[in-house]
């Protein structure tokens, strides 16, 4: 029973990793076009959004298959469940922008370092906070 819910889960993290690099995509392509007229940071503020709609579509039809509710409700508790992950996500983009010459130049390599800092905090809140999935 322990090993086929593990099972399951890790299966999930893996369709929710996937759902993250698409996510990562959208978001990345729109920070690479915005980011020349309106700056790195900026483009963040409008690209990350987009991103978090797309994953959590994605998420619902693809990872955990909705939590019942209205879409518009299981929207917004995706939105503050994964503020956390969010948090650590734009911090860290932020930070490297700030830091390396080469990220602020290529934006995409801060995208990407955000991303994988939010992950597994925004699986396991997804998880069980926005889509109702029991255990760890």
Partial sequence: MILERNGAMMHEFW????VGVAAFLVNAGLVE????????????MFAFPVAATAAWWLNRRFTFRGSGLLPHREWLR???????GWLMNNATYL???SHLSLASAHPSLAVAAGSVSGLTANFFLSRR???NKKGC
Avoid: E, T
């Fill in 95 to 97: 930070l490297i922008i």
């Fill in 129 to 131: 906070i926005v889509f």
């Fill in 33 to 44: 076009m915005l980011a020349p007229w309106i700056g790195p940071a900026c483009s963040q």
């Fill in 15 to 18: 369709r929710f990793s996937l």
């Fill in 78 to 84: 995706y939105v503050v469940a994964n503020s956390v």
